[in-house]
């Protein structure tokens, strides 16, 4: 699994980084900074798409 992160459409809700914080952090904007390049470690593939799932903007998506 990895994740694809679209900055232009994140509004800054953090929902991300509050649910899944190994795998989101948050810039001086507030938006969402993407910390997993590549594969998701296996253990943190239910937070991803926890953030995935929570992201009111559809700023997160997950390719298998
Ligand atoms: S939940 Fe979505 S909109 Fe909010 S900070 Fe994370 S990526 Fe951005």
Redesign the pocket.
């Known amino acids: 699994m990895r994740i694809i ?3 232009e ?11 899944a914080p190994e795998l ?1 952090d ?1 810039d001086d904007e ?3 900074v993407l910390l997993v390049e590549g594969e998701v470690p296996s253990e943190l593939e239910e937070k991803a798409q926890f ?1 995935a799932d ?7 998506e997950l390719t298998p």
């Open positions: 992160y679209d900055r459409m994140c509004q800054g809700h953090n929902r991300c980084y509050m649910g989101f948050v507030g938006c969402a953030a929570n992201c009111p903007e559809y700023a997160i």
